[in-house]
């Protein structure tokens, strides 16, 4: 019998090859894990479903073998045709019940929210997480709603009853704050994928969420 699998949102890396400087999106990924993300989604804007299908498999095998839970970004079809661990939606994705009744009960499902109220009816939802968007504003997504800033993320984290994950210009200059207002972890995109060490920026990253301290 399936059983949705555990998941720590700790350190979450959102994956974008556009930030990655050239090098493979495998490479980034691995290195990332060894410096200890503890979560992958896999998030490609600009690129054909076959392509998206053909990364999300590779990914597949990659994440498996590390024991890390794989997340598809929008595409219920391509986190079902890889039996991916999870889906990630945002607010104008497929609803939620659509998502659950495709990927069944032992699926993840995250949900980015981009206001307090949404963050507050999402506690009647059967999803597993909620994403905090964005927590900052980033040059990496700029049609975003209106940051929440870490009063914002101490908010929703006061009203949810679901695990929390902030995103959006989020580095280790201020990852320790957003753990400090309650989110039980950080996604990234560019603090990982654009380092020139995406393994060392990982560790560092990962270290900061875990013990909640400042970059010296
Ligand atoms: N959703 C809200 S902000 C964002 C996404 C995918 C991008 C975050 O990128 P970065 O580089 O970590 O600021």
């Not at 990655?20 to 690129?47: D, H, N, W, Y």
């Not at 997340?71 to 045709?81: C, F, K, T, V």
């Amino acid at each position: 019998m399936n059983q949705k699998p555990s998941f720590d949102l700790s350190l979450y890396l959102v994956t974008d090859r556009e930030l990655s400087l050239g090098r493979p999106l495998e490479f980034i990924v691995e290195e990332a894990i060894k410096g200890g993300v503890t979560m992958v989604q896999l998030r490609e804007t600009s690129c054909s479903t076959l392509e998206f299908y053909q990364l999300a498999k590779k990914l597949k095998a990659l994440l498996q073998a590390r024991n890390v839970p794989l997340i598809i970004n929008n595409r219920a079809d391509i986190a079902l045709a890889v039996d991916a661990d999870g889906l990630h939606i945002g607010q104008s994705d497929l609803p939620w019940q659509v998502a659950r009744r495709l990927l069944g009960p032992d699926k993840i499902i995250g949900l980015s929210v981009e206001t307090l109220r949404q963050a507050s009816d999402a506690n009647e939802l059967d999803i597993d997480y909620i994403g905090i968007s964005p927590v900052f504003a980033t040059p990496t997504k700029t049609d975003t709603a209106p940051p929440f800033g870490l009063e914002g993320v101490k908010a929703v984290c006061a009203v949810s009853r679901h695990p929390s994950v902030g995103i959006g210009g989020i580095s280790s200059q201020n990852a320790a704050q957003i753990i400090a207002k309650g989110a039980s972890g950080i996604a990234v995109v560019s603090a990982i994928s654009a380092a020139e060490n995406p393994r060392q920026a990982a560790k560092l990253l990962a270290n900061i969420v875990k013990n909640k301290v400042y970059e010296m």
